[in-house]
């Protein structure tokens, strides 16, 4: 579903196809046809009449039993059987009637205000739905409180920013009973202890701290029963609705699908894990506090199809400290400045579209560093003298967690990290969503990037590798002709294969997108306007999850005023690639 001035909706629907409520139309014809020789032919007294009969009321029986079967294998494949069909017509009852009003606000240019009651109602409507479902609709609400694609009001953003954190829990007697079936043993026969009460709850599985025998603190991911079957029935649900309203979702979908499924397998997803740490580990990018990033080890001899045993990185969520960070500045501000002036650089910050760069958060952090330091000395010496005395109450030192985190290079070192696994490795995580972001270390003044949850990795061949090498360069360059001839070259494929087409898709999909380059309009009604003009026939398949992690990527910097290009952010990665291939 979409939310058609600003925004998409949060979680999309989809549509029911007549042949989940009657026969195709051949069958139908027959049944009919042969219902009406039935009738005439047993007037008749000819036993010839009869025999007739007979046959032709077994063909209809059998024809009528052909196409239930039909109709209930198309129920079970494409919507996960009839409970699937159940949640299917559910979101249905919401999604069809407020797809509808959306357009319709749309059609009348309805004014902000109408909007914004509309985006608040649905927002909440929508969240109880997700709540009620869970599956992948939990997924695509994540997908809205991240700002994918830029494409979300900030009222939906909040209403779904609940599932980043709060999704909902099995009960603990169904986690023991997982986890005990996997391993053929009881619980505390392979963990010395086991915390009853979930860490982190996400849309396929939930997480718990743990200790092996040998005193290792752990954390403990089990999958939820039957969840496999759930999102492929919802991940179809979505894309037959995108087939009749949205077809230019339909292609990047297939990819997603085929994606996802790998995310049910805990035992494969360790192995990808493993994989990827060795990478960063190697590059110097992944490792202790003086690294970019840590990656938690897998215990990979204790990891089974539904249970993933790993490190425990102790932090919090990105988005969780970079809110604290922005509460304790305007704090300090307040303090500082007065209510008034601190009330003016948060509305100049909000209203802008970036934040100060890496280099002036720095310049900005080293003269509160400064005057901290100073308001500390003097602290010191009134705490060592004045102090004291009776009844004199020391004063308070200034610790380094109390300076701001400098934002613009945490989204560069993102950017730097995921663009080295792509451009560099050819193996990825295609979901670095908010969710699966944490920082550490902030509570000592050294925060470092904590990267979890490796689900969705997606590996491309060194010849794709470097052609999408080769693509980033040219958007860098906006060299518009060879962006288009390397996007041939991909496979991408459109009707009349305009450049001007190719070249805006390349640009949205794997470098940026602001007011300027839609031309003004929201990117969901942008993508809509660029399908009419040349409709996609095929897209390079390979570079699809590519494209999602530029997406996530902008969507966080986005979030926090720190809007990038992508294609600049990564283009000395590619050179550097394409210089060793002696490709440049």
């Given at each position: 579903m979409l939310a058609l001035k600003y925004s998409r909706l949060a979680v999309p629907a989809c549509r029911q196809r007549a042949s989940l409520i009657g026969f195709p139309r051949r069958l139908s014809n027959a049944s009919t046809a042969t219902s009406s020789t039935v009738v005439t032919s047993s007037s008749s007294s000819n036993p010839k009449?009869?025999?007739?009969?007979?046959?032709?009321?077994?063909?209809?029986?059998?024809?009528?039993?052909i196409a239930t079967l039909s109709s209930l294998a198309y129920i079970n494949n494409h919507v996960g059987g009839i409970s699937g069909l159940q949640r299917t017509i559910s979101f249905y009852s919401l999604a069809i009637p407020k797809y509808i009003q959306y357009r319709m606000h749309m059609l009348l240019d309805s004014p902000d205000e109408v909007w914004d009651q509309l985006h608040e109602a649905t927002s909440k409507n929508g969240l109880d739905k997700i709540l009620e479902l869970q599956g992948f609709y939990i997924k695509?609400?994540?997908?809205?409180?991240?700002?994918?694609?830029?494409?979300?009001?900030?009222?939906?953003?909040?209403?779904?920013?609940?599932?980043?954190?709060?999704?909902?829990?099995?009960?603990?007697?169904?986690?023991?009973?997982?986890?005990?079936?996997?391993?053929?043993k009881k619980l505390d026969q392979v963990f010395d202890s086991f915390e009853e009460v979930p860490i982190g709850a996400a849309s396929i599985g939930q997480v718990h701290r743990a200790t092996l025998k040998d005193g290792t603190r752990v954390v403990v991911k089990v999958m939820y029963p039957g969840v496999e079957d759930v999102f492929r029935g919802d991940v179809r649900t979505i894309?037959?609705?995108?087939?009749?309203?949205?077809?230019?979702?339909?292609?990047?979908?297939?990819?997603?699908?085929?994606?996802?499924?790998?995310?049910?397998?805990?035992?494969?997803?360790?192995?990808?894990?493993?994989?990827v740490r060795k990478n960063m580990m190697a590059a110097n990018i992944a490792g202790d506090s003086s690294r970019l990033c840590a990656i938690p080890k897998p215990y990979l001899d204790l990891?089974?199809?539904?249970?993933?045993?790993?490190?425990?990185?102790?932090?919090?969520?990105?988005?969780?400290?970079?809110?604290?960070?922005?509460?304790?500045?305007?704090?300090?501000?307040?303090?500082?400045?007065?209510?008034?002036?601190?009330?003016?650089f948060s509305k100049e910050f909000t209203l802008g579209?970036?934040?100060?760069?890496?280099?002036?958060?720095?310049?900005?952090?080293?003269?509160?560093?400064?005057?901290?330091?100073?308001?500390?000395?003097?602290?010191?010496?009134?705490?060592?003298?004045?102090?004291?005395?009776?009844?004199?109450?020391?004063?308070?030192?200034?610790?380094?967690?109390?300076?701001?985190?400098?934002?613009?290079?945490l989204v560069d070192e993102l950017l730097y990290i995921h663009g080295n696994q792509i451009l560099v490795d050819g193996c990825f995580n295609g979901d670095p969503h908010p969710g699966n972001i944490l920082l550490l270390g902030v509570d000592e003044g050294k925060p470092q990037l904590g990267l979890i949850d490796y689900g969705q990795v997606k590996q491309i061949s060194k010849e794709e590798r470097i052609l999408f090498c080769k693509i980033i360069v040219a958007l860098a360059n906006k060299d518009k002709e060879m962006v288009v001839?390397?996007?041939?070259?991909?496979?991408?494929?459109?009707?009349?294969?305009?450049?001007?087409?190719?070249?805006?898709?390349?640009?949205?999909?794997?470098?940026?997108?602001?007011?300027?380059l839609t031309e003004g309009q929201h990117i969901q009604l942008y993508m809509e306007h660029l399908h009419h003009k040349d409709p996609v026939e095929h897209l390079p398949q390979q570079y699809i999850m590519a494209s999602r992690v530029s997406i996530l990527l902008r969507g966080l910097g986005h979030a926090v005023h720190q809007s990038r290009s992508v294609a600049e952010a990564w283009k000395p990665i590619a050179e550097k690639v394409l210089k060793e291939e002696g490709q440049l």
């Open positions: 009449s009869s025999s007739s009969t007979t046959t032709l009321a077994m063909a209809s029986a059998s024809a009528l039993a695509s609400g994540q997908m809205c409180a991240a700002n994918i694609g830029n494409a979300f009001p900030k009222i939906w953003q909040d209403t779904m920013s609940v599932l980043q954190d709060e999704c909902p829990a099995e009960p603990f007697e169904v986690v023991k009973g997982i986890v005990e079936g996997e391993y053929g894309k037959m609705f995108c087939e009749v309203a949205q077809p230019v979702h339909v292609p990047p979908l297939i990819e997603i699908e085929k994606q996802f499924m790998t995310e049910f397998d805990y035992e494969l997803e360790a192995k990808q894990l493993a994989k990891c089974t199809k539904r249970v993933l045993v790993m490190e425990e990185l102790k932090g919090n969520k990105l988005v969780v400290e970079l809110k604290k960070d922005m509460e304790r500045q305007m704090e300090r501000m307040n303090n500082s400045l007065g209510d008034d002036a601190a009330e003016k579209e970036n934040g100060p760069s890496a280099k002036e958060y720095d310049a900005m952090i080293g003269l509160l560093n400064a005057k901290r330091r100073v308001t500390n000395l003097y602290a010191a010496l009134y705490n060592g003298s004045v102090g004291w005395l009776p009844g004199v109450q020391k004063k308070e030192y200034e610790s380094k967690s109390s300076l701001p985190m400098n934002h613009a290079k001839q390397c996007m041939k070259e991909a496979g991408y494929k459109t009707q009349r294969m305009d450049p001007d087409i190719m070249y805006r898709f390349a640009t949205l999909a794997y470098d940026e997108d602001n007011h300027e």
